[in-house]
């Protein structure tokens, strides 16, 4: 079992920085070709891949996301951090962190965070 959490603010105001921290308490976020996660969903949509960061410390975010997108870790803490800059009412949504990995292809996640919730209002 690998237990993820998410933490953050539940409201941030335009154009401010959202940033948010994923904890995994007892794994390693720098294990051989895991990838964590950032992934959203606003009220009514489907899921949204922001980016992740992988055991090498690579990363990689979604091309609508890129440029103002940053995720970064501290192994010391095993924690996955998200930056989310000049945000927008369109940037509200659930937040989750999760670990993924790759199968024949195909993006596949095993463990999820319970998801945090960002407002966006000024």
């Known amino acids: 079992q690998v237990l993820v959490q998410e933490s953050g603010p539940g409201l941030v105001k335009p154009p401010q920085t959202l940033s948010l921290t994923c904890t995994v308490p007892g794994g390693s976020i720098t294990t051989n070709h895991y990838y964590w996660s950032w992934i959203r969903q606003s009220p009514g949509k489907g899921l949204e891949w922001m980016g992740d960061i992988a055991y090498s410390g690579s990363t990689y975010y979604s091309p609508s996301l890129k440029s103002r997108t940053s995720i970064s870790r501290d192994t010391t803490k095993n924690q996955i951090t998200l930056q989310l800059s000049s945000v927008t009412p369109e940037d509200a949504a659930v937040y989750y962190c999760?670990?993924?990995?790759?199968?024949?292809?195909?993006?596949?996640?095993?463990?999820w965070g319970q998801g945090t919730q960002v407002t966006v209002s000024s």
């Open positions: 999760a670990r993924g990995f790759w199968e024949l292809g195909i993006r596949r996640y095993d463990y």
